[in-house]
């Protein structure tokens, strides 16, 4: 009986000392689970991709001066970036266009955070014979009016179309502000800058649009100017060059920790002043007019 007893003793004690371990464990995962918030030091910035080597070169100096952040940078197209925020899938998703124009967005569940602009024009093979190009003319070749270089002045060569697919933002603001609303025909479709850029560099006859960023890039494709006007910087500045838009990040809600002190890092005079222009784009407090969600443009006072 005695040997019972000792046993039945014994067995309660470690009952017991398991339990508090088991208690001691769980607490400490807790806590260690919200000291971080489960994603403290790491987040998803993804969509536009003519806005991702900006991004991407942020990201990478952002990261040198604080080692213990991490910021996975992709593309994917503006409406991806829309989606995907909105989803919750990303923590921050880039568009080159206004929320507020995509009817499947709820755009008052996401914050904009104009970060810069960029300029876009046509980009061509280098052998067109063409730099510069009257609006007319410009929608002309994208609907399939014009189909070869000869017709505009340029080589005897054949157009070959290069697009961006639905829900891209580079390919909403050209539809928008070059070919004034019209749709182009169809061609190639390529679903990243970076494609269009290569296609058009190694196809002849190739005609493709681009952010400025990317003729920094290639110098060898050619930006094509627009009635006369070159695609300059201060020309978009100035309200002159028609092909521009803002750069806009979005978050669900007003952004905390990593998400807040990386945007306020992309505002900040080292980006504005120097990475930002080095990588092709304008800073929008340098912009002397501004547009709305519906395209309406007015000079900035």
Same mark, same amino acid.
């Given at each position: 009986m005695k040997n019972f007893k000792r046993l039945a003793l014994l067995f309660a004690f470690l009952? &017991?000392?398991? /339990?508090? +371990? +088991?208690?001691?464990?769980?607490?400490?995962e807790e806590g260690s689970g919200s000291e971080d918030g489960g994603s403290g030091d790491s987040i998803t910035v993804g969509g536009s991709s003519?806005?991702?080597?900006?991004?991407?070169?942020?990201?990478?100096?952002?990261?040198a001066e604080n080692s213990d952040a991490q910021i996975d940078v992709q593309g994917g197209g503006s409406g991806t970036g829309l989606s995907e925020v909105a989803a919750g899938n990303f923590d921050i998703g880039n568009s080159d266009y206004f929320a507020e124009t995509k009817d499947d967005i709820d755009a008052e569940e996401l914050v904009d955070h104009k970060v810069? /602009?960029? $300029?876009?024009? +046509?980009?061509?093979?280098?052998?067109?014979? /063409?730099?510069?190009?009257? %609006?007319?003319?410009? %929608?002309?070749?994208?609907?399939? @009016?014009?189909?070869?270089?000869?017709?505009?002045?340029?080589?005897?060569?054949?157009?070959t179309l290069v697009n961006r697919p639905d829900g891209s933002g580079t390919r909403a603001t050209f539809n928008e502000f070059g070919l004034d609303g019209e749709e #182009? +025909? @169809?061609?190639?479709?390529?679903?990243?800058?970076?494609?269009?850029?290569?296609?058009?560099?190694?196809? #002849?006859?190739?005609?493709?649009?681009?952010?400025?960023?990317?003729?920094?890039?290639?110098?060898?494709? /050619?930006?094509?100017?627009?009635? $006369?006007?070159?695609?300059?910087?201060?020309?978009?500045?100035?309200?002159?060059?028609?092909?521009?838009?803002?750069?806009?990040?979005?978050?669900?809600?007003?952004?905390?920790?990593?998400? %807040?002190?990386?945007?306020?890092?992309?505002?900040?005079?080292? &980006?504005?002043?120097?990475?930002?222009?080095?990588q092709g784009y304008i800073p929008a407090t340098e912009?002397?007019?501004?547009?709305?969600?519906?395209?309406?443009?007015s000079e900035i006072e």
């Open positions: 009952l &017991v000392v398991g /339990v508090l +371990a +088991a208690c001691g464990g769980s607490s400490e003519a806005m991702q080597p900006l991004v991407a070169a942020a990201a990478e100096e952002y990261m810069a /602009v960029v $300029g876009m024009t +046509a980009a061509a093979h280098p052998e067109v014979g /063409v730099d510069n190009l009257s %609006k007319d003319e410009l %929608k002309d070749i994208f609907t399939g @009016e014009i189909t070869n270089w000869s017709e505009v002045g340029g080589a005897d060569e054949e157009i #182009p +025909a @169809e061609g190639i479709t390529e679903d990243s800058s970076n494609r269009v850029m290569q296609i058009v560099n190694d196809t #002849p006859g190739a005609v493709g649009y681009l952010s400025f960023a990317y003729f920094e890039r290639n110098e060898d494709i /050619v930006p094509m100017g627009i009635d $006369g006007v070159e695609p300059t910087d201060e020309n978009v500045q100035s309200g002159e060059f028609p092909i521009w838009a803002y750069q806009h990040s979005y978050t669900q809600g007003e952004p905390e920790g990593l998400e %807040k002190d990386f945007l306020d890092y992309m505002m900040s005079e080292e &980006v504005q002043t120097t990475i930002l222009p080095d912009m002397e007019v501004e547009r709305d969600a519906e395209g309406n443009e």
